[in-house]
């Protein structure tokens, strides 16, 4: 089963951000006798102006088939082969972008899908990525080309320029799915996949369910900009449509907003004051994000589907 996550609720989170805006606002204003917003009002307000959305999953929502894999220059499995007999495989690209505004610091995105319909004709999520084991090469800040093998597994493409380091960095079960953009026969499902993090940990959960999510942390996550996932599935064979929710959320680094507000920290509400103490174990309740976004998706047919 997919562990369950907590989606914060957002309205309230709006609400205690307004509150904490319009109490250090106050204060700051007492201390500098003037209308400007001070350095923990700018804070909190970039915060409450920051913005989490969804790019459209019908932007690459792709049938795979045998064909896909032959035109791409590789083999399927024959596993694969057999399944498609019973089921229709696609590939989706999600994007989540997050919009921080100047000054304002995240540590955690997490971005949750879960596919209807359910029971008989539900579908399955096949593989996710990205996923921890990348996690290495997401922190070099390389361009790379994501696509998938025969096997339905992930494999990066970089330039050859970078391959040798890259290899002498990675563990070994990754370095076979590692090679030349030159070399890279897979069916193309990410280009220009590139992040500048520092050091990201990726928990991801769902394979073999309806509902999936990735959990993305990193010190400098305001600078992921457009998260980038990749999802195959598969339905009944013949299944015309399905619907996806989305939920998405970003939270915001606690230790940040505590350290532009120091001035004026021990003049706040106590219940603000024992929540920010939490620091980040809280930063869920201060989230920015979307709940629930609703899309219906006409599947597409093979190119020789009647």
Do not use: H
């Amino acid at each position: 089963m997919t562990e369950k996550l907590s989606c914060p609720n957002l309205e309230e989170a709006d609400a205690l951000l307004l509150e904490l805006f319009e109490e250090v606002q106050k204060w700051e204003g007492t201390l500098a006798g003037g209308t400007k917003l001070g350095m923990g009002a700018e804070a909190v307000e970039s915060l409450r102006q920051s913005k989490v959305s969804f790019g459209n999953p019908r932007d690459r929502l792709i049938r795979l088939t045998e064909d896909t894999f032959k035109n791409s220059g590789t083999e399927l499995n024959e596993f694969y082969k057999q399944q498609m007999g019973a089921w229709d495989f696609y590939y989706m690209r999600l994007t989540v972008d997050l919009r921080p505004e100047p000054v304002a610091k995240f540590w955690r995105l997490t971005c949750e899908l879960d596919f209807e319909p359910k029971g008989k004709g539900e579908p399955i999520v096949q593989t996710l990525f990205p996923t921890q084991q990348w996690r290495s090469l997401m922190s070099f800040g390389v361009g790379m080309e994501v696509g998938l093998n025969g096997n339905l597994d992930w494999a990066i493409g970089v330039d050859s320029s970078e391959l040798d380091r890259l290899l002498e960095l990675l563990p070994e079960e990754l370095k076979a799915n590692v090679s030349s953009k030159n070399d890279f026969k897979t069916f193309m499902a990410i280009a220009g996949y590139r992040y500048e993090l520092g050091r990201p940990e990726v928990l991801t959960n769902g394979e073999g369910n309806s509902t999936c999510y990735w959990r993305i942390q990193d010190n400098q996550l305001q600078k992921i900009g457009t998260a980038k996932f990749g999802i195959v599935f598969k339905v009944p064979k013949g299944t015309a449509s399905i619907r996806l929710l989305g939920t998405a959320w970003a939270e915001p680094d606690l230790n940040w907003i505590t350290g532009d507000i120091r001035d004026v920290f021990g003049d706040l509400s106590d219940r603000l004051k024992q929540l920010l103490r939490q620091k980040n174990q809280v930063a869920s309740q201060f989230a920015r994000g979307v709940d629930r976004e609703k899309w219906s998706l006409t599947l597409p047919k093979a190119t020789n589907d009647v």
